[in-house]
Nanobody, 119 residues
Framework: QVQLVESGGGLVQAGGSLTLSCTAS????????AGWYRQAPGKQRELVATLNRWSSTNYADSVKGRFTISRDIAKNILYLQMNSLKPEDTAVYYC?????????????WGQGTQVTVSS
């Protein structure tokens, strides 16, 4: 059974930093490309950072140079280090595989973690 649990979000001032964590069961980040997604109010969910099986990373232009995705293979945890945060980074952040895990013909998502950046 797949379970993704995100944590580490919070309220931070612009320019601040946060580190998000994602603990996974039922899916191994070692063998799957993984990503961090976010969904801001009124907007579609977007993929902001990916990490493939060979440790290559890719970032959305909006976060490039500020966010870093990484993983702990032994603990099966995915991280997102977020620096120089901007108010437009405010969103609920989700981890998942890339593409997202499919369960019963639908994408599976955890509960996400809220990141709020004040100006």
């Amino acid at each position: 059974q797949v379970q993704l649990v995100e944590s580490g979000g919070g309220l931070v001032q612009a320019g601040g930093s946060l580190t998000l964590s994602c603990t996974a069961s039922g899916v191994a980040f070692m063998f799957n490309a993984a990503g961090w997604y976010r969904q801001a109010p009124g907007k579609q969910r977007e993929l902001v950072a990916t990490l493939n099986r060979w440790s290559s990373t890719n970032y959305a232009d909006s976060v490039k140079g500020r966010f870093t995705i990484s993983r702990d293979i032994a603990k099966n945890i995915l991280y997102l280090q977020m620096n120089s945060l901007k108010p437009e980074d405010t969103a609920v952040y989700y981890c998942n595989t890339d593409p997202p895990v499919r369960l019963r013909s639908s994408d599976y998502w955890g509960q996400g973690t809220q990141v709020t950046v004040s100006s």
